[in-house]
């Protein structure tokens, strides 16, 4: 929680009340310490440092934010339960944590990496999202790249195979977010129209594929349903918003994390939070 104490909170706590923040991503985790995760924490200050806290990949368990690499500044961040991807303000990409299936993007599988790795030399990165074990990202271009684990193809390049390094994705395209979940990709295209590949098999890709089917190995439509504003990645379900204001969910429901009131797992697209009209975070 980054509050300084062991103790779980139940309602919303402040945190360093004396910053301002631009930008946070919580990694989520399994509540006790692995080999080679990354910070449960993650967040941007309004003067563009990087502040971690939680569990790290070095076995360093920090109560409270603490900064890293303070002699540089940063424009974006994910995390996921077990790496790290940020974007400098110079627009280079960084990377650390577990580098098991090459997620971190450094030409290696390795085991881990408790500092972040300058990776490559291109300068134009702009988005980054950090699924489970793979990784994707947005180019200043609007093209679209993706590495790490591809089991269920994850990595929208119509295969199997992990890589370890970005790999564009469908260059002829331009895209203007992502969202990454547990072994799934969402994409916007700058048209307003939602794609995505990886594992169908809690539906999170919507009706698109048969329950029986296992994944899409490559980009496909879904959220077809209208055009598109924002999109948001769990680890089985899928959230977009549409351009009317109206939110849409599809995927796994059991803990009823799909917002309707039910535990109800949907096949495709349904409304969720009633007729609320919602904005996109800036």
């Not at 989520?28 to 995760?37: K, M, S």
């Not at 339960?81 to 280079?92: E, K, Q, W």
């Not at 074990?133 to 947005?138: G, Q, R, T």
Request: net charge negative; hydrophobic share 35%; charged share 15%.
């Amino acid at each position: 929680m980054g509050d300084g104490t062991s103790t779980s909170n139940y309602e919303p706590q402040p945190i360093q009340t004396n910053d301002t923040w631009i930008a946070v991503a919580a990694g989520g985790g399994c509540g006790h310490l692995n080999a080679g995760d990354g910070v449960n924490s993650v967040a941007i200050r309004s003067d563009g440092t990087l502040w971690v806290w939680g569990y790290g990949a070095d076995g360093e368990r920090t109560s409270r934010p603490k900064p890293v690499l303070t002699n540089m500044t940063w424009k974006a961040i994910s995390a996921s339960p077990y790496h790290i991807l940020a974007v400098r303000t110079d627009g280079t990409l960084w990377a650390w944590g577990d580098d098991h299936d090459g997620q971190l993007g450094d030409g290696y599988f390795e085991v881990r990496s408790d500092q972040p790795k300058l990776i490559g030399t291109n300068t134009n990165w702009q988005v980054v999202a950090a699924g489970d074990y793979h990784s994707v990202a947005l180019r200043t271009d609007g093209t679209l790249w993706s590495w790490g684990l591809n089991n269920y193809g994850q990595l929208g390049n119509g295969d199997q195979l992990r890589t370890n390094q970005p790999q564009p994705i469908m260059p002829n395209m331009t895209w203007k977010a992502i969202a990454a979940g547990r072994e799934h990709t969402l994409v916007l295209r700058d048209d307003g129209q939602v794609w995505g590949s990886g594992s169908s098999f809690e539906n999170q890709l919507g009706d698109a594929v048969p329950s029986n089917f296992c994944c899409f190995l490559d980009l496909h439509p879904i959220f077809t349903n209208g055009v598109w504003q924002a999109i948001a990645a769990g680890r089985f379900f899928s959230l977009a918003l549409r351009e009317d204001g109206t939110l849409w969910a599809q995927g796994q429901n059991d803990g009823g994390q799909l917002g309707d009131g039910t535990y109800t797992k949907y096949t495709k697209p349904v409304q969720v939070l009633g007729g609320n009209v919602w904005s996109a975070a800036p």
